[in-house]
């Protein structure tokens, strides 16, 4: 099962970082890549704990849905997300945010399973976990834009 861990330093607290990654309309500016749009359970806004959003978008030349719940938060320190139906077999992906001096280090763990067996190992390995990276530091780099100037 792969994990994928990114770090990213933002110059803003720690609190606007946090809000700034839960905010539905937030991460249809940080994915512009994939056109996602939030298109059922909560579509705009900041998302709680309980919520579940379905997510559209176009992932590897696919259009597709992925509905995630809000499993943990503890605020303005944390929050979980686990994929609740979608292409993935599984997925949580935690969120954390650390004051530091000068800002908040922001910290994705990204922990999925493919689906498929063999043939989802296969494919981890020869692209899947090389996009998701990407598309989680790309995804962190917007946001750091975003809080800096906020």
């Not at 989802?120 to 989680?136: Q, R, S, W």
Request: proline share 3%; aromatic share 10%.
């Amino acid at each position: 099962m792969p994990i994928i861990k990114h770090e990213q330093f933002l110059e803003a607290p720690v609190e606007v970082c946090f809000d700034l990654a839960r905010n539905v309309d937030i991460h249809t500016q940080t994915t512009p890549k994939t056109n996602e749009k939030a298109v059922g359970g909560v579509t705009e806004g900041l998302l709680e704990q309980g919520d579940m959003v379905t997510w559209e978008a176009t992932h590897l030349g696919v259009r597709q849905r992925l509905t995630a719940k809000i499993t943990h938060m503890e605020r303005p320190t944390m929050f979980v997300d686990c994929m609740v139906k979608g292409a993935f077999h599984s997925f949580t992906h935690t969120h954390h945010f650390q004051e530091v001096s000068g800002g908040t280090l922001m910290i994705d763990r990204f922990e999925y399973k493919s689906p498929f067996g063999l043939v989802g190992v296969m494919a981890d390995k020869l692209f899947l976990e090389k996009y998701m990276t990407n598309f989680i530091i790309s995804r962190a780099r917007e946001l750091k834009r975003i809080a800096e100037g906020y």
